[in-house]
C-alpha cells in the first residue's frame, strides 16, 4: 500500500515508517522538520534497505499538502504532525490550536479532496485528563489539562463528525500512553530539542554525563513508594499497533478508538532502578516538589486493542530502558 506519514521524521514517525517499510508498504513522509531532522529518515532507509519518500512540507501550506497528494497519491495516511510540548502548549495556545487542529482541518480536506479517507490518528492518553479510574478504558470521559490535550481533544472530535458525515471515512484513532525506548539498532531514537521535559530521555542524558541530577516530581503520591506511575510502552511496539490498526481497518468504513499502552503502570523510582542496572551505576537524584498538572497514576485498560487487533506490547521495562540506553550512548548529541 502507499501510505502518507505525515510528523514521519518525528520520534514514533521514524519508527513507524520503518516498521511500515519492513511489512512491505511503500511510505512517503510529509514533514516541516519543526521538530525533527532528515538524518532520522537516512537511517530509516539505512535499516530498511529501501528508499523512503520525503517532502518538506507544512500542513499550514493547503497547496503544498495538495502537491504531495497529486505526486504521491497514497492510499492511506498516518497522521504524527503535531506540536506536543505540554509546558509550551500553555504559554502559546493559539500557536498549538492552530498547528494541530488547522494543520489536522487541512489534511483531511486534502484527503476528501484526492477521495483518500483512510487515516490512522495520533492521539494520546492526556484526552483522559486526571482520570477517575484505574485502569483507563476508552469510554471515559474526555477533559484535557492543558492547550496540547485539548488540541487532541478537538482533533478527535472532528474525526468523530467527518465519519458522522460520510461514513465511508475510515478511521483508527489510537491513544498513546507513555511512549519510550528506541530500535534495537540503536540508530534512531528520540532527539529532544533543548532540555528534555520527559523521564525516559532526562534519565539517559543525566546517565550520559550530559545533565547533572535527576529532579523526581513528588515522593509523597497514594502510591507504594510515593511517586508518579505510569505506562511506559516502547516505542517499536507502538510503532507495530499502528501496523495492526491499518491492517484492521474496515474496507467499508468505520471509527475505532484504541488505547496503546501495556497496561502495567511503573513508577519514577522502578525507572531509575532499572536504568541504575542496566547502565551499571547509580543514576543521581533529589525529590523535589510535584510538577502541575501531574497525576499520581496513569495506566492504560489495552483490552480493546488486544481483542479486536490481536496486538499487544510485548517488551518490557529492562528493554525500553537497554534500547533508550543504546540509543543514548550511541548518539549523545542525537542526530547531530
Ligand atoms: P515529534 O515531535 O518527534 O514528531 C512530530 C513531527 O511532526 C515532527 O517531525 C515535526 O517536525 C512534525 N510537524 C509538526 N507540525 C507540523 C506541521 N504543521 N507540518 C508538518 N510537520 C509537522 O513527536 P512524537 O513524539 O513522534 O509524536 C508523534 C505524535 O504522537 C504527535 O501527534 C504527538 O502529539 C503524539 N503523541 C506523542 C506522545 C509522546 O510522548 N511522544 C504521547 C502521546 C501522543
Ligand atoms: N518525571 C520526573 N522528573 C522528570 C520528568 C518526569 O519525576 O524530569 C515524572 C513525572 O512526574 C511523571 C513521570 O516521570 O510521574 C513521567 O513523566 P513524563 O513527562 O515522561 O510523561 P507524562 O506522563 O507526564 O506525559
Redesign the pocket.
Known amino acids: 500500500m502507499r501510505i502518507l506519514v505525515?510528523?514521519?521524521?518525528?520520534?514514533?514517525?521514524t519508527h513507524t515508517c520503518l516498521v511500515l517499510q519492513q511489512a512491505g508498504h511503500d511510505v512517503a513522509v510529509?514533514?516541516?522538520?519543526?521538530?525533527?531532522k532528515r538524518e532520522g529518515l537516512t537511517r530509516v532507509e539505512a535499516l530498511s534497505g529501501r528508499p523512503l519518500g520525503f517532502y518538506h512540507?507544512?500542513?499550514?501550506d493547503p497547496p503544498e499538502v495538495d502537491r504531495v497528494f497529486r505526486e504521491f497519491a497514497p492510499e492511506a495516511v498516518l497522521h504524527?504532525?503535531?506540536?506536543?510540548a505540554v509546558g509550551e502548549s500553555v504559554q502559546f495556545p493559539a500557536k498549538y490550536y492552530q498547528?494541530n487542529v488547522t494543520?489536522t482541518l487541512n489534511l483531511c480536506a486534502a484527503m476528501d479532496r484526492h477521495a483518500v479517507r483512510t487515516l490512522v490518528f495520533?492521539?494520546?492518553?492526556?484526552v483522559y485528563g486526571a482520570p477517575e479510574e484505574i485502569p483507563i478504558r476508552e469510554e471515559a470521559p474526555l477533559r484535557a489539562t492543558n492547550p496540547?490535550g485539548w488540541s487532541?481533544v478537538m482533533m478527535e472530535l472532528i474525526l468523530t463528525d467527518l465519519h458522522r458525515a460520510d461514513p465511508t471515512w475510515r478511521l483508527s484513532v489510537l491513544r498513546?500512553f507513555?511512549?519510550v525506548g528506541a530500535h534495537q539498532s540503536g540508530t534512531i531514537g528520540?532527539d529532544p530539542t533543548g532540555i528534555p521535559n520527559?523521564l525516559f530521555p532526562y534519565v539517559t542524558q543525566v546517565a550520559v554525563g550530559k545533565l547533572d541530577n535527576l529532579q523526581i516530581f513528588g515522593g509523597d503520591y497514594p502510591t507504594a513508594d510515593g511517586t508518579g506511575i505510569r505506562d511506559y510502552i516502547h516505542v517499536v511496539d507502538l510503532a507495530e499497533g499502528h501496523l495492526r490498526a491499518l491492517e484492521r481497518l474496515d474496507p467499508n468504513g468505520g471509527h475505532q478508538i484504541y488505547n496503546l499502552g501495556t497496561g502495567r503502570g511503573y513508577s519514577v523510582l522502578d525507572v531509575v532502578r532499572a536504568f541504575e542496572r542496566i547502565v551499571g551505576r547509580a543514576i543521581p537524584y533529589e525529590i523535589v516538589d510535584r510538577r502541575s498538572g501531574d497525576v499520581a497514576e496513569c495506566y492504560a485498560d489495552p483490552g480493546r486493542a488486544r481483542t479486536a487487533l490481536q496486538w499487544e506490547a510485548g517488551r518490557d521495562l529492562d528493554q525500553m530502558c537497554e534500547d533508550a540506553w543504546r540509543w543514548q550512548s550511541q548518539n549523545p548529541s542525537g542526530y547531530a
Open positions: 505525515t510528523g514521519g521524521a518525528g520520534y514514533i514517525g510529509l514533514d516541516n522538520l519543526a521538530n525533527s512540507v507544512d500542513l499550514l504524527f504532525a503535531a506540536l506536543k498547528n494543520g495520533s492521539s494520546s492518553a492526556t496540547y487532541k498513546y507513555n511512549p528520540e520527559n
